[in-house]
């Protein structure tokens, strides 16, 4: 049974920092991408960030979330994390982790930027960015 559990969200000041994991359970340890994304009020899914299986491959960011948001994973937990720093207002939204299998990088997930092209899915977790 597949599983993903999505944390770290709370309350920070413009500027602040959090740090968002996405635990995984019953997907093949090194064999599957990650995709994060964010849902503010009133709007859509937006795809922020995502990383493929295979350990050579770098993750990939939005426009409006590089050079501030850094992705990880450990493979030896099944946990990835989603470093947030410079966090700005427009940054407050529910926040998901999904994944789907890959074997070997075939996945490309920097070509998956829509929510149907992940089956596995976690709950949110709200992230919300005030003073």
């Known amino acids: 049974d597949v599983q993903l559990q999505a944390s770290g969200g709370g309350l920070v000041q413009p500027g602040g920092s959090l740090r968002l994991s996405c635990a995984t359970t019953?997907?093949?340890?090194?064999?599957?991408?990650v995709g994060w994304f964010r849902q503010a009020p009133g709007k859509g899914r937006e795809w922020v960030a995502c990383i493929d299986s295979a350990e050579h491959k770098s993750a990939e960011y939005a426009s409006s979330v590089g050079g501030r948001f850094t992705l990880s994973r450990a493979n030896a937990n099944n946990t990835l994390y989603l470093e947030m720093n410079s966090l700005k207002p427009e940054d407050t939204a529910v926040y998901f982790c999904?994944?789907?299998?890959?074997?070997?990088?075939?996945?490309?997930?920097?070509?998956?930027?829509?929510?149907?092209?992940?089956?596995?899915w976690g709950q949110g977790t709200q992230v919300t960015v005030s003073s």
């Open positions: 019953g997907l093949p340890s090194g064999h599957y991408a």
């Open positions: 999904a994944a789907d299998y890959d074997y070997g990088g075939s996945f490309h997930c920097i070509t998956r930027k829509r929510d149907n092209e992940y089956y596995y």
